[in-house]
């Protein structure tokens, strides 16, 4: 039987999603909850892979097993594995069904703290100019990205990928008043390595006028890495939504 479950986690305390050697993963967390709970070997399969310190508030894997699963599972599996990492459901699918080759549309946030705030130090990035971005210049920069399909200057380099390309659905910038908070909204069919946090740091070059938008767009129209390259740290990214043609239900 093949299973997918929607999840969340809070990936300070991990090397990322993927199994390392010698290196707690999110991956292997779940797979010997579930391999300990179940009393048969499970491997799991998940969406995507997000690097060190980087969040998922939706997430889904897909595993296979002998049999169905057991009465009460979720239960047992939220009390066995760690407050960092929440099951939300288990749902029974085809045996073709794939959680990241099927999944269509991706979409990421990233948060960005311009006060100091204890309260979020593993989940957003403080960032104490806030008061010297120019927003407006921010946001031209975020839609600029809605023009092109490739985008290799915000590619991690040492990648095995084969294609560039990626349609963004959704770059943006929120900014939140009350808490002093910029949030960056990203949504694609796919995403490259590294690829959104090469891209906050862009726009937040741009926004304190260390490089202009058309040197941006002159790395897109190139498909060249920018001089000034930034990748942001990991604590304020998260996967925030995924989608498939066969599941039409968000729980949180």
């Known amino acids: 039987m093949r299973y997918f479950a929607e999840l969340a986690y809070n990936g300070m305390n991990y090397c990322g999603w993927q199994k390392q050697p010698n290196e707690a993963s999110v991956q292997e967390t779940i797979e010997q909850a579930l391999s300990t709970i179940l009393r048969q070997p499970i491997e799991i399969v998940g969406c995507g892979r997000t690097d060190t310190g980087v969040h998922a508030s939706q997430y889904f ?11 009460g599972l979720m239960h047992r599996l939220n009390k066995f594995l760690p407050d960092d990492i929440a099951i939300y459901q288990f749902m029974e699918m085809p045996d073709n069904a794939h959680a990241r080759y099927d999944a269509f549309y991706r979409k990421y946030g990233y948060y960005v703290n311009t006060q100091k705030n204890p309260f979020s130090i593993e989940t957003a990035y403080h960032f104490p100019f806030g008061a010297q971005l120019n927003f407006q210049k921010m946001q031209m920069a975020a839609e600029l990205l809605l023009d092109y399909e490739a985008f290799a200057p915000f590619c991690k380099t040492n990648t ?17 008043e009350h808490n002093k908070k910029l949030v960056y909204h990203i949504a694609a069919n796919r995403f490259l390595r590294g690829m959104v946090r090469l891209i906050v740091g862009m726009c937040l070059n741009v926004g304190l006028n260390r490089i202009s938008i058309e040197t941006v767009k002159q790395s897109l129209d190139t498909q060249q890495p920018l001089a000034k390259s930034w990748s942001v740290p990991p604590q304020g990214l998260f996967l925030e939504e995924i989608k498939y043609p066969y599941i039409h239900t968000k729980i949180i």
């Open 61 to 71: 894997i897909h595993f296979d097993i002998e049999g169905v699963l057991p009465e």
């Open 160 to 176: 095995d990928v084969k294609t560039m390309n990626c349609k963004i659905i959704q770059s943006e910038w929120e900014w939140i």
